[in-house]
């Protein structure tokens, strides 16, 4: 299991499923498109429409392409 990122910052969160640990989908307000206090990400950084996020639960480190505003970010 990877440490928590120094750059997380609990101000800065997003609500986008884990890939790692899915721990959203039995979740309600998830479902619904909504954020809930329990399945939000941390973002530790943004690079045009990709969002360099980790999950406080499993400690996974993924890129998300959002497709919103300027593109071009490449993966970490």
């Known amino acids: 299991m990877l440490p928590i990122d120094p750059h997380a910052d609990l101000g800065r969160r997003a609500w986008v499923p884990c890939p790692g640990c899915r721990d959203d989908r039995d979740c309600a307000p998830c479902s619904d498109g909504r954020n809930c206090s329990d399945h939000w990400r941390y973002l530790i950084r943004t690079t045009g429409s990709l969002l360099h996020l980790q999950c406080p639960g499993c400690t996974h480190l993924w890129s998300h392409e959002t497709n919103f505003g ?4 490449r993966p970490f």
């Open 70 to 73: 300027a593109g071009g970010g």
